[in-house]
């Protein structure tokens, strides 16, 4: 069950007692529901999931953190009601897809530079591709699996296939995209090096703001 604002407010409460105040909501993506307050005096963020790999992950790549790709510290994960939370340091920002043409000209340096510092994190550490995990392993085992992947329901997405099927535009497209997408498949070599952001978690423009992603690990 979704953490409710009330929920939040009262495990925080709880948890933190009087090191914590002024709580209040920031907004709610695909897979969590964030607010900040003051802990101790300073300015933090808690999310509330059911994924707690998606807090490891942040974890992990905000040992990353430099001057060109900023990314928050996680400072704690732990379990809340039936999910989890984790509180992060909280730094400010826009999401891309809100800025007008100025602004998106204006962001543009700063992100370009995220991307090539992201671009230069070593990774010979880990191995496979696809959606990674928290200890630097990939579900497939080359570049073209991974991408095929896209036809497979996961736990996170179930019944794509049936609503699909029931909606006026049916299944036929996807089918004859993706029997394209396994000829062209066939030919891709078979490591490829990129990064794409994370669904439900747009890319944003500011301090502290770079989110992670990465589909090839190895």
Do not use: N
Not at 11 to 19: L, T
């Amino acid at each position: 069950m979704p953490m409710t604002d009330a929920a939040a407010c009262r495990f925080v409460a709880d948890y933190y007692g009087p090191r914590a105040a002024g709580m209040r909501g920031l907004g709610a993506g695909e897979w969590s529901r964030a607010y900040t307050f003051a802990l101790d005096g300073r300015e933090v963020v808690i999310r509330f999931g059911d994924h707690v790999e998606d807090f490891c992950k942040d974890q992990v790549m905000a040992a990353h953190s430099r001057a060109a790709l900023p990314i928050p510290a996680v400072i704690e994960i732990g379990a809340a009601g039936d999910g989890y939370f984790a509180v992060s340091e909280r730094e400010h920002g826009e999401l891309l897809d809100g800025l007008d043409g100025d602004g998106m000209q204006a962001a543009l340096p700063g992100l370009l530079a995220a991307l090539d510092a992201l671009r230069a994190i070593d990774t010979s550490g880990t191995e496979g591709y696809g959606i990674w995990a928290s200890d630097g392993t990939g579900p497939a085992a080359s570049w073209a699996q991974a991408l095929l992947a896209i036809s497979q329901e996961t736990a996170r997405v179930p019944g794509w296939r049936a609503a699909l099927a029931a909606s006026p535009v049916g299944t036929r497209p996807f089918d004859q995209a993706y029997a394209r997408l396994r000829e062209l498949a066939e030919g891709l070599p078979a490591e490829r090096h990129i990064r794409a952001r994370r669904l439900g978690q747009p890319q944003r423009a500011g301090p502290g703001s770079a989110d992670h992603c990465g589909d090839r690990l190895g």
